[in-house]
């Protein structure tokens, strides 16, 4: 029988051990950022309700800071879960609150006053501040305008620290800050004369210019600036890391520039008097044959407002439209195409929109396996203007190039060779107007985001002012006569 003295060292040993045990356990490091969000399996991203953010359509989420963290939530095999922010300073409070968002993913410019809240990723996108007004009043062009005049800008934004700093060079500049709106918002009061000047960055300008009719640029208020993703600040880099390292890899691999060019390659294409067009087109006609878009769509299992942006390329929703070269109606089919579909009279607007959902799904199905979404749907719509036999001599072009034939952003480069001798002469298919399928994809593009945009449901538990000020109104007012102001 062990003796108590034996018994009570052992016991003291059991002690110690449990002991250094638990002042092991104490001293271990936490969890790194990182690893909880690959522990948990759901990376927490804050952003903005805008166009050039994210924002909810009848499909779903959208916007190129959605779709841009979308993929780095794949590449850490996690789930996505965002959550939108009432205004730029209840952001960055979230950023980085226990079980809240570690990631702002906003359309965000690193600035000086910023640097204490958060901290920033390399740059993934370069954008402009531009001082907008409204055409037909005097067009600012220097600092020294902007005096006695009302200007309202967000909140917290880096423009309102801009302009705290230009105040200090010219005291008599007034403006005014407000956390109960959004770009969309600035650029209405803007437009409708409310306001005389907002200052904006250039990618979201663009993104809503067309809503827009009377909005123009006044002058570049200082240098291009760089957008970047913030995390909450502190000594924890892993995220951050992780962050650099998957946009390096986004830019090297071209998956970056194609995202740019799906969300901003054809914003410009209209112009002020084709977004006022569109603007009394979309008011007027659409409202006439809309359940038919949306009828033919269901039936044929596409977007109506695609379906409804492909009839105004072809004829701004006019029925009785009839080509030099025989094509008719308001989706412009040919004999040929509509006896194919099924469409006795071209003429009838229902039938032709019928007869267009069927063929623009048929030349789709035509195309190689190996083009997948979202570039199938743009090379689909080429197809539907140009033919498919051009259209793959365009891919083989691309393809001797050493391009991508499966992405419409190499593609639309080769595709205006084929009205020259020295490249169509080598082509199976021979001469053809590429460039005007290059030209009839960008205007779609551009009609259907309007389309998308404009019929946008109100989302739930999300900044929307009872005004509706989120969803934008299209002007009535036609534009005054004025120089175009560049872009």
């Excluded at 299992?301 to 006019?318: F, I, K, N, P, T």
């Excluded at 021979?430 to 109100?458: C, K, M, S």
């Amino acid at each position: 029988m062990p003796s108590p003295y034996l018994i009570g060292k052992r016991y003291a040993g059991w002690l110690s051990a449990i002991g250094l045990l638990l002042m092991l356990s104490g001293c271990a490091e936490p969890p790194s950022s990182l690893e909880r969000i690959k522990e948990e399996g759901v990376l927490r991203v804050i952003t903005r309700n805008s166009p050039a953010t994210y924002f909810q359509d009848r499909n779903g989420e959208t916007g190129f800071e959605y779709e841009l963290v979308k993929r780095f939530a794949d590449d850490l095999d996690v789930k996505l879960e965002i959550q939108t922010a009432d205004n730029l300073d209840d952001l960055f409070a979230r950023l980085g609150q226990p079980n809240g968002p570690v990631l702002a993913a906003a359309g965000l410019v690193e600035s000086a006053g910023r640097q204490q809240s958060a901290r920033f990723s390399i740059p993934y996108l370069e954008v402009t501040p531009q001082i907008v007004y409204r055409n037909g009043q005097r067009r600012p062009s220097r600092l020294a305008d902007l005096i006695g005049k009302r200007i309202l800008v967000l909140k917290g934004s880096s423009h309102a620290e801009q302009l705290a700093a230009l105040k200090a060079e010219e005291p008599d500049l007034q403006y005014e800050e407000s956390a109960d709106v959004e770009v969309v918002d600035l650029l209405r009061m803007v437009d409708e004369g409310e306001i005389d000047l907002t200052l904006v960055d250039s990618n979201e300008l663009a993104m809503n210019q067309v809503y827009f009719p009377n909005v123009r640029v006044g002058f570049d208020l200082g240098d291009s600036r760089n957008l970047g993703w913030a995390v909450a600040p502190g000594e924890d880099n892993s995220l951050l890391e992780q962050v650099d390292g998957f946009l390096r890899r986004s830019q090297d691999n071209g998956s970056l520039q194609r995202l740019k060019e799906r969300y901003y390659g054809h914003v410009d294409v209209l112009g002020y008097v084709g977004a006022y067009t569109f603007a009394q087109h979309l008011q007027q006609r659409l409202p006439r044959y809309e359940k038919h878009f949306r009828k033919a769509a269901k039936e044929n299992d596409l977007d109506w407002r695609l379906l409804a942006a492909v009839g105004y390329q072809e004829s701004l929703w006019q029925p009785g439209a009839t080509s030099k070269t025989g094509v008719r109606g308001l989706m412009m089919l040919t004999l040929r195409t509509a006896q194919a579909m099924g469409v006795a009279d071209r003429l009838n607007p229902q039938q032709s929109i019928q007869g267009g959902a069927k063929y623009l799904v048929h030349v789709k199905e035509q195309l190689p396996d190996s083009i997948q979404e979202p570039d199938r749907t743009w090379f689909a719509l080429a197809s539907y203007n140009i033919g498919g036999g051009h259209l793959e001599d365009a891919r083989k072009l691309a393809e001797a190039d050493g391009l991508d034939p499966n992405k419409w952003l190499d593609v639309q480069k080769t595709l205006p060779r084929l009205s020259q001798k020295q490249w169509y002469s080598k082509t199976r298919y021979g001469y053809a107007r590429g460039g005007e399928p290059v030209h009839f994809v960008r205007n779609i593009r551009r009609y259907y985001d309007i389309l998308t945009w404009v019929t946008q449901p109100q989302l739930e538990g999300s900044q929307v002012a009872e005004s509706g000020l989120h969803v934008p109104g299209v002007g009535k007012d036609h534009p005054e006569q004025q120089e175009k102001a560049p872009l």
